[in-house]
Structures are given as structure tokens and as C-alpha cells.
């Protein structure tokens, strides 16, 4: 399990992160919950997870050492909606509902998030990734051309920012990795 796994893992989390973490300031502002060592410790906590998923994702966007790949775009099949509404709704579960500031409930939680995440590792499941979604990234099912070798004709799921137009031009750049979690851009 590489670091960089786990940091595309968090990733996907930050948005939770940041609800569950604004969720906790507000009521302690409204003086529903006090700011105790558990709510200290669950804030200091959301905030570096919500930095190292920060960084994971900034570093497989832009600073993957990768070497872009020319392909052409044969098929594309924007796959992004079957993905982003089930963690949406484990987002609504886990803010709305999880009180943090219950020992109970922060052991509960920690064990959730542990649990999803060796799921989501073992299985790359790293094209899951609600954070990407609300960068502007949409997720995409290709089948493609390399124009570098001469495999023929492959698919792979990748990610791009904004809607993959093939009307006009079908010439990408893309990074292949074996990750399950590719980029495309246009030059």
C-alpha cells in the first residue's frame, strides 16, 4: 500500500472532512457543544486530513511523473454520475447524523472511514473520487488509440476537467498509469 494510494483515498474524503468539521465549529459557536479534548482532537484532525487529501489530489493532478501519452479518443461514455451520488449520500449520513463529539461515535466513525478505505485501496477504486467531481472533473469510460506503440485499440477509465467534446478534435494527451486513476488534457 503506497502512500500515494492512501493519499488519493483521502482525497475523495475532504468534502466530508469539511462538513463534519464546520458541522463541530458551528455548534460549538452556538454553544451546543463544548470545546472540549475530543472536539479539539476531532477538529486538529479533520484539518490535516482534509490538507493531506488536499495534497493528494493536487499531486496526482498536477505533479504526476507520468510521461503524457498522445491518444485518440475512438468512444467515450461520462460515467461520473454513477459514482459521485453514493458517497453524496454517505456525506449526508455521516454529517447530519454522526455526533463526533461522543466517543462512541468518533471510535464508530474512525472504523467506517478505515473500513471504506481498504476497500477502496485493494480494489483501486480511486476513479471514486466525489473531491475530483467538485474540482470539475468528470469521469469518463474510453476507448482509445495510443499514437505512441502500436497496441490497437484500448479502454481505460480517466479523468478530465470539464466535458470530453470529440465533435471538434478527438487528439488527447493522457497519462496511462496502472492506478486506475489516469488524467486527460488537451494541449
Known amino acids: 500500500m503506497s502512500i500515494k494510494k492512501i493519499l488519493l483515498y483521502l482525497s475523495a474524503f475532504v468534502p466530508l472532512y469539511f462538513l463534519v468539521m464546520i458541522k463541530i465549529i458551528i455548534d460549538i459557536i452556538n454553544n451546543n457543544l463544548s470545546f472540549n479534548v475530543l472536539n479539539s482532537f476531532t477538529i486538529f484532525l479533520l484539518s490535516i486530513l482534509i490538507v493531506l487529501g488536499v495534497v493528494g489530489a493536487l499531486k496526482s493532478i498536477k505533479h504526476d511523473d507520468t510521461k503524457s501519452t498522445k491518444i485518440k479518443i475512438i468512444t467515450k461514455n461520462c460515467i461520473t454520475e454513477q459514482y459521485f451520488l453514493g458517497y453524496f449520500s454517505l456525506f449526508v449520513l455521516f454529517a447530519l447524523s454522526f455526533e463526533l463529539e461522543r466517543v462512541s461515535m468518533f471510535i464508530v466513525f474512525t472504523i467506517v472511514i478505515i473500513l471504506i478505505g481498504i476497500v477502496y ?3 483501486d477504486l480511486f476513479y471514486i473520487n466525489p473531491f ?3 474540482l470539475g472533473y468528470n469521469f469518463y469510460d474510453i476507448e482509445f488509440i495510443n499514437l505512441e506503440n ?3 485499440k484500448q479502454s481505460a477509465k480517466f479523468f478530465y476537467k470539464g466535458t470530453l467534446d470529440l465533435s ?3 487528439l488527447y494527451y ?3 498509469s496502472h492506478e486506475n486513476f489516469s488524467m486527460i488534457e488537451q494541449k
Open 121 to 123: 485501496i485493494k480494489n
Open 132 to 134: 475530483l467531481n467538485i
Open 150 to 152: 502500436d497496441k490497437g
Open 168 to 170: 471538434r478534435n478527438n
Open 174 to 176: 493522457a497519462k496511462l
